[in-house]
């Protein structure tokens, strides 16, 4: 299993380990997504990946995670309503936080800045949004190309 495919697989481990739906959408498809299924959730709009040199043969990979952490799609709140959900959902993206840092493979997870999101654009519900940033050595197999020597023997 390779580092991308890994940090996936982390992410839907650790929406089963709360109890909650996890989904890989995009912003414009994430909006059909929550008319067909019911908060509480957890959506991954976006992953983009970074590397740094640990040394000759390995990388360290870090991958930027932009989730979204929704605990209600009612329209109609009071703002009682909102605040308690608000609540919620920092609570709900605190634990997905947690679960992620008790990974034994990855070595740094950290959490940016929280924002609320409400309704954004009618569908998607209460919740919060923010970018996870998860780095763990490179997993990807290179076996089948240790010994391609290809790249030493260019000639000029």
Do not use: H
Request: charged share 20%; glycine share 6%.
């Amino acid at each position: 299993m390779g580092s991308r495919e890994y940090i996936l697989k982390l992410l839907q481990v650790s929406a089963d380990g709360l109890g909650i739906n996890y989904t890989k959408q995009t912003p414009n498809t994430l909006q059909n997504w929550v008319r067909e299924n019911d908060a509480p959730f957890v959506a991954n709009i976006s992953l983009n990946s970074d590397r740094t040199p640990i040394n000759k043969n390995i990388d360290m990979v870090s991958f930027s995670v932009g989730l979204f952490f929704v605990v209600s799609t009612d329209y109609d709140l009071t703002e009682e309503d909102k605040t308690k959900q608000e609540n919620d959902a920092y609570k709900l993206a605190s634990d997905f936080l947690y679960l992620l840092q008790s990974n034994d493979e990855t070595n740094t997870v950290q959490s940016g800045s929280l924002e609320t999101i409400f309704r954004e654009g009618g569908y998607l519900g209460l919740g919060v949004a923010g970018v996870f940033t998860i780095s763990l050595p490179d997993k990807n197999d290179y076996c089948d190309l240790f010994c391609n020597t290809a790249v030493n023997d260019i000639k000029c």
